[in-house]
């Protein structure tokens, strides 16, 4: 409950703060059994448990009340202290307690508690090395539910301060999730009063927080909300997720089944395959090195060879000393000496703190995350709405894939890179933040010819799995490595440098994978029925053999898609002709396993 205090006066960020805690026991109840089962109503957000013959109510409310509201600040001295009792907020509560256990109606209450507890902006906890002091380490924010996961906490915090690492996809625990602006006062506060509820809260796909929002938003917010916005949070920046259809209210009706936001990703992701979709990638995390040492420094640090030729771009990851991949990005080289690092929004962090560990002495990594948006225009018409924007070359002999250069719209220069996420041709505009409405407007206005259409981060997830592109996070993860994930393309042993894992991944090399990613379609095709998500059982006859990491519905090719990694216990055949399915609320959908993406597409080459 200190942790953030004491974070503050050595200039650490960690977010969490006390809420107001209570919970009430009763007078002794007569034959009240010591084995009772603790009982937990999740609809009523209360907890009941046998207290040494009394009953224990407790309360997760959706609505809590910060703690300390006055100074904002737990005092030093307040071990085990209490709050005056506060009734009037309690008793709604009490009242669904007593309608479950009618007993309650006759037993008088001994005890009233109220006290502090903290919690996180997620209600995960917060473990790991922090990226402002190099070996502080912390393992707080449990949450409330301190003793549940104390050995795993324990577990996982010895083996990260042994190694300086951790072979397992904990990203949901790392503190570096978290940027600076989420321990400010304003936020964390406000942000407390929703996640402490989230305890007993219904744990939607998709779901969107209510509470602290609107903490980082675009220049050109409002244009996006006037063409039918839904807004997801990503690292604090209010981003669009869809567009809402036909004056449809741009709002997520939660589910387990059918998303009613599926209409407008059927919209956007077809457009995009037929026209051209606008994307808003300006989320992503963005870093830049300048220095002599910066291109040794990175040919060390990433398993790709690193071009030194202004314009190129480079997919590359960073990995661990023991293999597992630590980051997914791209590497651009802007001239000699002068790099820009891309990866994706939520690990900025994460991202920054891995790559500035191995830097050299005296080299500088400059995040300019927040100075430029970028824009993504893809599809078979881009190149053509790009001719109309600008007057340089877009031919693919001049400007090819992977390439990058400055280009000029409406007398405002802007580095563009010929990159796409979601598998068709397409340009990601770098455009100075001060300038980046005005080139949003340009792009609208020129879009029209061409059947543009704004489209959200769910047309692009769907899209990169038809296109069979993995996520850091969801797919890969530092319990993998690159020749599980299929991504050895990205490892370069002919480069003279031992790179960070190198020696590893050449022991890897000459053993058999133990397990492999691999993709799926259900050979049920109706969208939401079931709804794929992630960590599903996937079983070959009634052995399960894997999990499940991605899912999606493409509506381009009308099919139920999953990734996930499987046994590497099975030959090709085996696996086409096998009796494969994947476990969703019980039920096994039977599947066929892919060899390739649902979409092959030639954009590099046109």
């Known amino acids: 409950m200190w942790s953030r205090q004491i974070g503050e006066k050595i ?26 089962p603790v009982i937990r109503d999740f609809d009523s957000s209360t907890y009941i448990k046998e207290d040494a013959g009394k009953l224990l109510i407790g309360i997760f409310e959706g609505k809590s009340i910060p703690a300390f509201n006055k100074t904002n600040k737990v005092p030093e001295d307040f071990s085990f202290g209490e709050f005056p009792e506060n009734f009037d907020h309690f008793e709604p509560y009490l009242a669904k307690s007593i309608k479950r256990f009618p007993v309650l109606e006759q037993a008088g209450i001994r005890k009233f508690f109220s006290g502090p507890e903290s919690f996180t902006p997620d209600t995960n906890s917060l ?38 690492h951790i072979n397992e996809d904990i990203f949901n625990y790392d503190i570096k999730r978290f940027q600076k602006f989420h321990s400010d006062l304003g936020f964390i506060k406000d942000r407390i009063t929703e996640s402490l509820g989230d305890l007993y809260g219904m744990h939607w796909p998709y779901k969107q927080y209510k509470t602290s929002r609107n903490i980082k938003k675009l220049p050109y917010h409002d244009k996006l909300k006037s063409f039918g916005a839904c807004f997801g949070v990503s690292a604090g920046y209010e981003r669009p997720m869809w567009f809402a259809l036909d004056g449809e209210k741009a709002e997520y009706e939660y589910s387990y089944n059918y998303q009613n936001w599926y209409p407008s990703v059927e919209y956007e992701t077809n457009n995009t395959l037929k026209n051209v979709g606008l994307y808003d990638l300006s989320p992503f995390s963005k870093f830049e090195i300048k220095s002599e040492k910066a291109h040794q420094d990175l040919q060390r640090i990433c398993t790709s060879n690193i071009k030194q030729e202004p314009g190129k771009c480079t997919y590359t990851h960073m990995l661990n000393k023991d293999g597992g991949i630590e980051t997914d990005l791209t590497v651009v080289c802007i001239d000699q000496n002068y790099f820009r690092i891309i990866s994706s929004a939520a690990t900025r962090e994460r991202d920054k703190f891995h790559i500035k560990k191995h830097l050299s002495k005296g080299v ?18 881009s190149r053509l709405l790009m001719q109309d924007l600008s007057s340089d070359n877009f031919s693919n002999e001049n400007f090819k894939f992977a390439n990058s250069k400055y280009i000029e719209i409406d007398g405002t220069e802007i580095w563009t890179q ?103 379609v259900l050979k049920n095709n109706e969208p939401g029925k079931p709804l794929l998500l992630h960590d599903e059982p996937i079983y070959k006859d009634d052995k399960i053999i894997g999990r499940t990491t991605s899912g999606n519905y493409s509506f381009n090719f009308k099919k139920n898609l999953a990734f996930g990694y499987i046994d590497n216990d099975f030959s090709d055949d085996d696996l086409l002709n096998g009796n494969i399915s994947i476990e969703i609320e019980k039920i096994k959908y039977p599947a066929k396993i892919i060899f390739k993406p649902l979409k092959q597409t030639n954009y590099k080459n046109n």
């Open 127 to 164: 473990l790991g090395e922090v990226p402002e002091v190099k070996n502080l380490f912390v393992s707080c924010g449990l949450n409330s539910i301190g003793i549940g996961s104390g050995g795993g906490v324990g577990k996982v915090t010895a083996e990260w301060l042994m190694t300086g």
């Open 364 to 381: 500088e990594l400059i995040d300019i995350t927040d100075d430029y948006c970028v824009f993504g225009i893809f599809g078979p018409k």
């Open 418 to 520: 010929r990159l796409s996420y979601v598998g068709e041709l397409g340009y990601e505009l770098y455009v100075k933040t001060s300038d980046s409405k005005n080139i949003y407007e340009k792009i609208i206005e020129k879009g029209k010819k061409f059947n543009l259409s704004n489209c959200g981060m769910h047309a692009l997830d769907t899209m990169r799995m038809e296109s069979g592109f993995l996520h850091w996070g969801h797919d890969i993860s530092p319990e993998e490595n690159q020749y599980q994930a299929g991504l050895n393309f990205t490892i370069s042993y002919k480069k003279d440098f031992n790179f960070i894992g190198r020696e590893t991944l050449e022991k890897i090399k000459e053993k058999k994978i133990v397990r492999k990613f691999a993709m799926f």
């Open 11 to 36: 200039g650490v960020s960690i977010p969490l703060y006390p809420a107001e805690h209570f919970y009430v026991i009763t007078e002794p109840i007569e034959n009240l059994s010591p084995t009772l």
